[in-house]
């Protein structure tokens, strides 16, 4: 993982989600985790991230 990505997910998640996954399910998912609970928002950050490209 960059060092780019790292950070975003550590301090701006939905950010770091959308650069991965554009708009999507997933990013809406992680702006209400952000929203109400940051851990739980960087946590979703990390796994949408880490994850391989896959076609869902």
């Known amino acids: 993982m ?5 950070f975003l997910n550590l301090f701006l998640p939905p950010i ?3 650069r991965k996954r554009g708009i999507h399910n997933d990013l809406a998912i992680n ?3 952000t929203i109400l609970f940051f851990f739980p928002g960087v946590l ?3 796994y949408i ?3 391989r490209n896959q076609i869902l």
């Open 49 to 51: 991230t880490s994850k």
């Open 2 to 6: 960059k060092p780019l990505t790292i």
């Open 44 to 46: 979703h950050a990390f």
């Open 31 to 33: 702006i209400i985790l």
């Open 16 to 18: 770091s989600v959308f």
